[in-house]
């Protein structure tokens, strides 16, 4: 089993949390940061998980348009879907469905909100603003899920055994 995590990171959470996802899965994992490099073939792999990080509502467009072009192939694949996020609960759930299409998510065999962080050391003057007047966090804080991305891993490493049918 061959799988591509595709993903883009603003300030380096969502690549941790990818890195730790590779971890879980099982078979070959392949990381790619679409900020960095264009998609491989994505006939090459089996399974493919996409992520990105939320920012004033929205995940970064690099993954949107990664998303609306391969919209046909990656809606035909084993799909993972996340987000990473400081939102929780329902709103967490919210931003999901808003970050990518609907029939992708209808599809996807795996979606999550994998938590967040705030990391002061990695944000400019006017993005370290903002945080402290809408979120008020006040320093850098991590709220990355753990087991959240344990139970993401295992619903992608779930095989489906036809023969279960029978029974």
């Keep these: 089993m061959k799988t591509l995590i595709t993903y883009c990171t603003t300030h380096g959470c969502t690549e941790k949390t990818a890195n730790e996802l590779k971890q879980f899965l099982g078979g070959e994992v392949v990381l790619l940061n679409l900020k960095k490099n264009h998609a491989p073939d994505l006939s090459l792999f089996d399974r493919i998980i996409v992520g990105g990080s939320i920012h004033a509502g929205q995940i970064q467009k690099k993954v949107k348009d990664f998303c609306n072009e391969h919209y046909e192939t990656l809606k035909n694949k084993e799909l993972g879907l996340f987000i990473c996020c400081m939102e929780e609960g329902e709103k967490a759930e919210i931003q999901l469905h808003e970050a990518f299409p609907a029939g992708l998510l209808k599809s996807a065999k795996a979606t999550a909100c994998l938590g967040g962080e705030f990391d002061f050391n990695k944000m400019n003057f006017f993005q370290k603003l903002i945080v402290k007047k809408v979120a008020k966090v006040e320093n850098s804080v991590s709220h990355i899920n753990h087991d959240a991305i344990?139970?993401?891993?295992?619903q992608?490493?779930?095989?489906?055994n036809p023969f279960l049918f029978f029974v």
């Design 150 to 154: 344990k139970r993401f891993s295992q």
């Design 156 to 160: 992608m490493n779930q095989i489906l």
